[in-house]
């Protein structure tokens, strides 16, 4: 049978935990408008939850644990187009990804991976909505290669009712003995 990670052990899980609670600081302090605020607030928190929800239902439906990771995934990335937007629409620079800004806020979560690692970079808000997309980056990546494994487990063992019916058939050949 799938081997079964808790999600609140996953990396991406816990990265999406300090996106989401970042962005909820970020999105208070710094975006003037609602319906902005609760857009980014939404995808932070979908990222999150999609990751959560997947790895629950992976128990049962490999297809749909795929699925809600993609959703995951597709979230954090509209987050981080939305952390772009601010930047450019405040006449704000993105950091060069080999820049030595961009390379400090991606080692943080390397070393300290929790909310309080990052809540430094809210006192400016070009270097939060920097540093997010830096940690949207690494999350998304990791959200990528969970799923190559996923679909290449798949690929390999089928599904868990695929499963159930080659155990259900090796214990009839069992039983006929």
Not at 149 to 170: A, H, P, T, V, W
Request: aromatic share 12%.
């Amino acid at each position: 049978m799938f081997s079964y990670k808790p999600f609140h052990h996953l990396k991406s899980f816990k990265q999406a935990t300090i996106i989401y609670d970042f962005t909820v600081e970020f999105t208070r302090k710094y975006i003037k408008s609602y319906r902005t605020k609760e857009q980014m607030d939404h995808a932070a928190r979908s990222g999150k939850q999609n990751i959560a929800e997947g790895s629950e239902i992976g128990k049962t439906s490999k297809k749909s644990e795929l699925k809600l990771l993609n959703v995951a995934r597709g979230s954090l990335k509209e987050l981080k187009e939305d952390y772009g937007d601010y930047l450019r629409q405040n006449n704000l620079a993105l950091w060069p990804k080999e820049s030595v800004e961009a390379i400090k806020a991606r080692q943080i979560v390397y070393r300290h991976p929790s909310y309080s690692s990052y809540s430094s970079y809210l006192s400016s808000p070009a270097q939060a909505a920097n540093a997010m997309i830096c940690l949207i980056n690494q999350t998304t990546f990791l959200l990528d290669r969970q799923l190559e494994k996923l679909e290449e487990d798949f690929i390999k063992s089928g599904g868990y009712n695929e499963q159930l019916y080659r155990e259900r058939i090796k214990q009839r050949n069992i039983d006929r003995l």
